[in-house]
């Protein structure tokens, strides 16, 4: 099981980013994107459920971040415009094989599956 997440960088404030998380050995009922700061507990940002294509998001970035997905390529996209300093953080592709309920987007501890962190860091 294997979630590739990629897309980070050095964006400067009011620019875009995309991330992308690969997701393959297992199929899985939902996805999403949490970011963590040094000394903060890990945020969620945003996710979508496979079977219902919900999105929810964290009212931090509602409006601004988008998460869609390709069935094909079987990936998960995090498009970040009007990006802010305060969005600079490690972020982070999580999965899980149920079809979460709304309220358990929001807890990391309701993820099952992790990749590995991309860093987005926005500073002009």
């Known amino acids: 099981v294997q979630l590739q997440a990629s897309g980070g960088g050095l964006v400067q404030p009011g620019g875009s980013l995309r991330l992308s998380c690969a997701a393959s050995g297992l199929r899985f009922g939902t996805m999403g994107w949490f970011r963590q700061t040094p000394g903060k507990e890990r945020e969620f940002v945003g996710g979508i459920r496979w079977a219902d294509n919900n999105k929810f998001y964290a009212n931090s970035v509602k409006g601004r971040f988008t998460v869609s997905r390709d069935n094909v390529k079987y990936t998960v996209y995090l498009q970040m415009n009007s990006l802010k300093p305060e969005d600079t953080a490690i972020y982070y592709c999580?999965?899980?094989?149920?079809?979460?309920?709304?309220?358990?987007?929001?807890?990391?501890?309701?993820?099952?599956?992790w990749g590995q962190g991309t860093l987005v860091t926005v500073s002009s």
């Open positions: 999580a999965a899980d094989v149920s079809s979460m309920i709304m309220s358990s987007f929001y807890s990391p501890g309701s993820w099952n599956y």
